[in-house]
């Protein structure tokens, strides 16, 4: 239901445009979350974006670098992320919440999930 485009191979420094295509409306979900996960470390929530206000959520590690927004004429939430550093590396997610919650970050929040894309940043 959920399907992620966009990552890839990026130096340092780059910008890389994510996109997560939701099949049915983006209007059914409460929010549409981005999250990432490096080898060896846990799921992390990188930004989310709800129906209700559209005004996203970000991680500390994010704010100013990447940018969250959503068409609802295409049903697709972009995750756009500029100055991109080493340890942003990772495979990207996004979900799917049905309902509010207070814990946008919290990866168990979500029903559903994309399969993921690898973004690597390096030179």
């Known amino acids: 239901q959920l399907v992620e485009s966009g990552g890839g191979l990026v130096q340092p420094g780059g910008s890389l445009r994510l996109s997560c295509a939701v099949s049915?409306?983006?209007?059914?979900?409460?929010?549409i979350g981005w999250f990432r996960q490096a080898p060896g470390k846990e799921r992390e929530g990188v930004s989310s974006?709800?129906?209700?206000?559209?005004?996203?959520h970000y991680a500390d590690s994010v704010k100013g670098r990447f940018t969250t927004s959503r068409d609802d004429a295409k049903n697709t939430v972009y995750l756009q992320m500029n100055s991109l550093k080493p340890e942003d590396s990772g495979i990207y997610y996004c979900?799917?919440?049905?309902?509010?919650?207070?814990?946008?970050?919290?990866?168990?929040?979500?029903?559903?999930w994309g399969q993921g894309t690898q973004v690597t940043v390096s030179s």
């Open positions: 049915g409306s983006l209007l059914d979900y409460h929010a």
């Open positions: 979900a799917a919440e049905t309902w509010y919650s207070e814990d946008w970050n919290n990866p168990s929040e979500y029903d559903y």
């Open positions: 974006i709800s129906r209700i206000n559209s005004r996203p």
